[in-house]
Structure formats: C-alpha cells, structure tokens
C-alpha cells in the first residue's frame, strides 16, 4: 500500500543507503528517466562508485531517493557576481545526479527534506575535502522547486534541456534542527 501524504517530513525514516536487497521497481516520481534510473540503473551506477543512492522511507515505503557524487563547476558557467576571488578555472561541488520524489509525497516538503541532506552531506564533505557548492542538472520541471531553495540558475541555459543550478554552501545556513550524521 502506497504512503499515505505526510504533513511532515520528519516522519520519514532516516535515509538508507541502496542496496541489493532493496525493491525500488515500484517508485514512480511521474519522470520517466529518473524513475527508470532508481528501478533500473541506480544499483550499478553505486557498484561502478559514480554515485551513491539514499533512499527515504516512509514507514516501508520508499517516497524518495537521491544519488550524490562528486562534480565541479566551471566557474565560466557561472556569472560574474556569483564567482570566487580564488584564480582556479572550476570551483569543487556535490552533485546531486539524480533526486526523485514519490508522486503521492510531492509538495508535502520530502524533497526539502531530501535537498537539505544533501546540503549536509555537502557541509561535512567541505570540512574534509574541498567542496563549496552544492549542484543539480535541473529538469525544466524542477527549476522552481530548486530556485525556492536557493539554488541559482546558471546563465545561458535557455536550450539545455537539463538546466545547470548551483549553491554556495558558505552562503546558506543549515535548516534548523539539522540533518542526521550517520550517513
């Protein structure tokens, strides 16, 4: 039996990392490539380590997922205002390849749940490594969910079909409350 819509997310269960146990052949977020990604594709690409999956449940239902892998971000892609001091040509990032929201969860704040996990893995992986934003290949469709969150719209992407958002992670603050550290 599907989810039924929570009014808060914080019900949801505190992301797994995909597995081999795990049926996924049922998400449906209503995109054909990102649905076909978790059913089909998400499994291997984690084997060949170019992403790593976190699924969220609700109760045992999966309402959302995203895969994080390193990126960067070509600082000419980027206007003028919005780049560093530092004489570097690309800028290091986590790139969210993939996020997916269940269609029954959707607009209930699962993929701000989903988004601010993701900001936390960025955080913690900039206190390790370099990494100061946060990056999605945006469908046109999501282009205002992730510009709500603070995202911005790299220029010049009226023609791309998955459309280029960056964060800086140093100019958002964490949600109050936090994410979990486990993961």
């Known amino acids: 039996m599907p989810a039924k819509p929570s009014h808060n997310?914080?019900?949801?269960?505190?992301?797994?990392?995909?597995d081999n146990s795990d049926d996924t052949s049922n998400f449906s977020c209503g995109k054909k490539?990102?649905?076909?990604?978790?059913q089909k594709q998400a499994f291997s690409f984690q084997q060949q380590r170019l992403g790593i999956t976190y699924l969220f449940h609700?109760?045992?239902?999966?309402?959302g997922f995203a895969t994080l892998c390193m990126g960067h971000i070509n600082k000419h892609k980027i206007a003028a205002?919005?780049?560093l001091t530092q004489h570097v040509n690309s800028y290091p990032a986590l790139?969210?390849?993939?996020?997916?929201?269940?269609?029954?969860?959707?607009?209930?704040?699962?993929?701000?749940?989903?988004?601010?996990?993701c900001f936390d893995r960025a955080i913690?992986?900039?206190?390790?490594?370099?990494?100061?934003?946060?990056?999605?290949?945006?469908?046109?469709?999501?282009?205002?969910?992730?510009?709500?969150?603070?995202?911005?719209?790299?220029?010049?992407?009226?023609?791309?079909?998955?459309?280029?958002?960056?964060l800086d992670i140093t100019k958002r603050q964490p949600t109050p409350g936090g994410q979990p550290t486990d993961v």
Do not use: W
């Open 9 to 18: 997310p914080n019900d949801l269960s505190f992301p797994k990392i995909l």
């Open 33 to 38: 490539e990102i649905d076909e990604f978790i």
């Open 58 to 63: 609700q109760g045992a239902d999966l309402v």
């Open 81 to 83: 205002h919005d780049r």
């Open 95 to 117: 790139l969210i390849g993939q996020l997916g929201v269940c269609n029954g969860q959707q607009g209930e704040g699962v993929g701000t749940y989903i988004c601010d996990f």
């Open 124 to 166: 913690r992986l900039s206190q390790r490594v370099g990494c100061r934003f946060l990056v999605v290949d945006a469908l046109e469709s999501a282009v205002k969910f992730y510009s709500k969150y603070g995202f911005t719209l790299a220029p010049k992407q009226e023609k791309e079909k998955q459309k280029l958002m960056f």
